[in-house]
């Protein structure tokens, strides 16, 4: 086979694989296709791997299988233990690895053009290869570490309350200043080891220090911003390997990342430099100024008073919280929503687009319990509904049903699209306390008159709650 014949056979699979890659993407934004969408996006990695390895006539594959080998044990162990709760902090050590893996391939791809130019195989070092090398390693290695403090939130490692230094944000521009200057310096006079590893490592630095004045409540749009900067760093180490599918499909995961992004600040109402500075949620308080959390008068109910409430309604809709995700509650409340259809009950779901600690968190938890997708409800099909509900059964949400949103401009929250479950005729909340949730901000929502709270772990709760309704006439 000659040359001109592999290069089109190759580029012919990467053709494959890139519209393969598209199309996963494309198949994951539903629940009921996103299975398929995985296997789509793992097929065309293989077939991009493969088209790879072959166009480099790779010699010895010894490091390669047992890198595959060590990857593959590493991924099928993580995907049979790590638990649906603990998605977030999986992503984002994903978005760790891909971002520290194309800072690395980046500046080993720089440092053998280097030594070509030290052995006299190259005159110099191109002046875009060396912008594109540097970029990617500036890229990658702050990816890397704000990947790694954001993981160290979600998991508890490190608090979820935002650290705020002095000055913080002078010492951050000054840190990106210091690094756009090497940057430069590096493209005109690139023989400087030292330089690059430097600049690297205040990469690493200004990762770090990007993503600890953030809160909690802010964790599931760092790590979306996050996976489109590992994107953006492996298409750019495409363009220094000159490696097209790793360039297309980069740029997919880049895109896809910011548009993301974007979905999330829009439905927190909230800008993308105001998450990115930091600080929200850093003193909880009352949303109105008002006594703090719990001294407000509330009405608390049983698990009898919750049933019969239920029992006897026409219509319910469930809104699912990161609190269900702890507590594995959702075959509990499958459970329970299925007794309540065979009482005649309507039975719905009301899904907000940050409810959790990642996007699809929600409908992924819901989707594991096999609850019907045509019982999902988006934030602009959910408001409307519940006008019309008698009970709203609230599992471990908090900020993203705070009626303070719409009533309160003093609120940190107010303008953010909440699900506006006050409006139901009965709202039970299901809760282990009167504790604020992430963003710090006491909720107005339960200590309303059509408010009752139903304290406990939430599956156990819901569970208790199968008893009763079972024992109703």
Known sequence: MSEQVTINVINGFYIVAAVLFILGIKFLGSPRTARKGNALSALAMLIAISATLISKEIIEFEWIILGVAIGSVIGIVLARTVQMTAMPQMVA????FGGGGSALVAAAEFIRINDLVSVGELASVPKDVAAIAIFSTVLGALTLTGSLIAFGKLQGLVTTRPVLMPARNIINALLGIAIVAISVYLVFEPNNPELYALVGILAALFGILLV???????M??????????????AAATGFVLENTILIVAGAVVGASGLILTRIMTKAMNRSLSNVMLGGFGAEGSSSTGGPAAGERPYRSVTAEDTAMILGYSQSVIFVPGYGLAVAQAQHAVKELAGLLQERGISVKYAIHPVAGRMPGHMNVLLAEADVPYDQLMDLDQSNPEFERTDVAVVIGANDVINPAARTDPESPIYGMPILNVDSARQVVVLKRSMAVGFSGIDNDLFYLDNTSMYFGDAKKSVQDLVGELRQLD
């Not at 050590?93 to 760790?96: D, K, L, S, Y």
């Not at 599931?220 to 760093?233: D, E, H, K």
């Open 220 to 233: 599931p749009v760092v790590i979306s911003l996050l996976n489109s900067y590992s994107g953006i760093a």
């Open 93 to 96: 050590i994903f978005n760790g």
């Open 212 to 218: 600890m004045p953030i809160g909690g409540a802010d």
